[in-house]
Nanobody
């Protein structure tokens, strides 16, 4: 059984940084995507960043390129999202997700497994 547990959210001022972590169990060795999504109140869930285990390719939403970095530590079965230069518009619930096949990295409906989320709040 796949389980994803996020941590690292919190409240920061604009310009600050946070690092999100996603501890994965039951997903070791699978080929596919692991990524981060976010959802603000009244908005649809959107892809933030993803990494493909087949070759380590990374993908980012245009809104976070140059500010966020996705990475994974296979030894620890943990996915990370380093978020720098945070903006108030980054405020959202952030979710870790995974799927064991290819296709679109940013379509939330494609992902099989989800964590419960961690809240990120950025104040101006």
């Amino acid at each position: 059984q796949v389980q994803l547990v996020e941590s690292g959210g919190g409240s920061v001022q604009a310009g600050g940084s946070l690092r999100l972590s996603c501890a994965a169990s039951g997903y070791t060795g699978r080929r596919g995507f692991m990524g981060w999504f976010r959802q603000a109140p009244g908005k649809e869930r959107e892809g933030v960043a993803s990494i493909y285990s087949g070759g380590g390719s990374t993908y980012y939403a245009d809104s976070v390129k140059g500010r966020f970095t996705i990475s994974q530590d296979n030894a620890k079965n943990t996915l990370y999202l380093q978020m720098n230069s945070l903006k108030p518009e980054d405020t959202a619930m952030y979710f870790c997700a995974a799927k064991s096949f290819g296709g679109s990295w940013s379509d939330p409906y494609d992902y099989e497994y989800w964590g419960r989320g961690t809240q990120v709040t950025v104040s101006s």
